[in-house]
């Protein structure tokens, strides 16, 4: 009896140290990996907004930029006759008019220029320039596909959109925003003989042959009384 009597007291004696280990262990625990963190609402403001700023829309991204710079620079584009004489002589003279898009890419042109309608076509209309006998430059009405728009402003480079998938996102929406602010009133609103000024973008050909000197892919246009 004395032997078991000493074993619980021993026992009795150790258990408080279990406990008090125990409790050290989860409250280490718990400060190395909290259950919950209080956030001031100003640190839970940015981290909102910082989250916001990575979800990146080519709808809203191209709406702004067609807007804030696309338009702008198009009203002060440079004038596209030097560029079509150069063409329709020199071609590779051209290519000073214009900018190459990496390294021994497609080189674009950005620019405006005035004229009469000589003929409305399913997909294109044909302008005869202002000053410039016998040169005529095809806009575009149909469908648009590619990165002429994107690539041929000038104004735009891969950085704008977080990877190559969103710039290319971002491409198709302008290409979308030509077809639903531009081209309607191309299609309906000219008619052979009507005068017209036009802002737009365009890829130099590989060759030039006897018809329209360039096909242009029009971001503004204006038709004159």
Known sequence: ??????????????????WIIFSVALIA???AFPPFRIVSQSTAIRT???????????????????ITQLQPAAANAPELKAMLVDLRS???AAKSHGHEVGLGGPVYFFG?????VMSVE??????AIDGLEGTTVALRTGPVFGNTVRDGCGLLD?????GLQEFNALSAELNRLVEERVFPGLRTGVAVGTRLTFA???ELPEQVGDGPLLTIIPVQVEVKP
Request: charged share 15%; aromatic share 8%.
């Open 112 to 116: 405006r220029s005035t004229g009469r």
């Open 200 to 202: 737009g973008c365009a």
């Open 48 to 66: 909102a907004q910082t989250q916001a700023a990575t979800i990146f829309d080519p709808r809203a991204a191209a709406s702004a930029f067609w």
């Open 122 to 127: 399913r997909s294109r209309v044909v302008v």
């Open 158 to 162: 891969v950085n704008r959109a977080p």
């Open 1 to 18: 009896m004395p032997a078991a009597s000493s074993s619980a007291k021993s026992t009795a004696r150790s258990r408080p140290w279990g």
């Open 90 to 92: 020199n071609p590779a």
């Open 29 to 31: 625990l718990f400060a």
